[in-house]
């Protein structure tokens, strides 16, 4: 059961919600590009009274594609957008494993939703949880969020493996955009 909540918390995936995803890694600032309308998108949940976090699986570090510097010049990027566009990402979670590391914090499993539940000081029951695979989907339900996946980035194949397990009851939408739009009108009506 999710229950009623004093704050509103938006979780967001990175790679293909945020920003352009891509099978070779994001790996670089050079690389990091966002999907049109993500930043936006963000800022307008912000100036909105949300509190935004990012949770994201970065196994490139694991991999050796990049290191953490890179990774934190990507975010400090990520960070400066929202805030030029009015708004601000309270907290970014991000595990640096590998597939077979068995980690807690790797996309299904909710060590990252917990990390942001920390680092808030606030639980994220209730939070909606934007993301484009069905990991995102499943980390959300873990922790009782409300999920919805976005079609950017691997959303397509996504939404099919959706549909074949039956699951229609996940709001699908094309983008961030959609998404926070989505989300705005839904809390208004429960306000």
């Known amino acids: 059961m999710i229950e009623e909540r004093p704050y ?46 990012v949770a994201t699986n970065q196994s490139g570090l694991a ?5 953490e510097y890179a990774l934190a010049r990507m975010h400090a990027y990520m960070n400066e957008l929202v805030e030029e566009a009015g708004g601000s990402i ?15 914090c790797r996309k299904p499993r909710p060590g990252l ?6 680092t808030l ?25 409300r999920p919805i996946l976005v079609r950017s980035g691997k959303g397509r194949a996504s939404e099919k493996t ?11 939408f094309d983008d961030l955009r959609a998404a926070a739009e989505w989300i705005l009108q839904q809390d208004a009506k429960e306000d």
């Not at 890694?25 to 949300?50: F, H, M, N, Q, T």
């Not at 991999?63 to 290191?67: A, I, M, P, W």
């Open 162 to 172: 959706l549909h074949e397990a039956g699951d229609t009851a996940v709001p699908v």
């Open 113 to 118: 939703l917990d990390q942001i539940a920390d």
């Open 8 to 53: 509103k918390l938006v979780v967001l995936d990175r790679d293909g919600v945020i920003n352009e995803d891509s099978d070779d890694y994001i790996r670089s600032l050079d690389e990091w590009r966002p999907v049109p309308g993500s930043i936006e998108a963000i800022a307008a949940l912000s100036r909105a009274g949300y509190r935004i976090a």
């Open 90 to 104: 309270d907290v970014v979670a991000w595990c640096p494993h590998g597939p077979a590391e068995g980690c807690d």
């Open 121 to 145: 000081g606030i639980p994220v029951s209730g939070a909606w949880l934007v993301g484009d695979t069905v990991k995102d989907i499943e980390v959300a339900r873990a922790r009782d969020c």
């Open 63 to 67: 991999r050796g594609y990049f290191d």
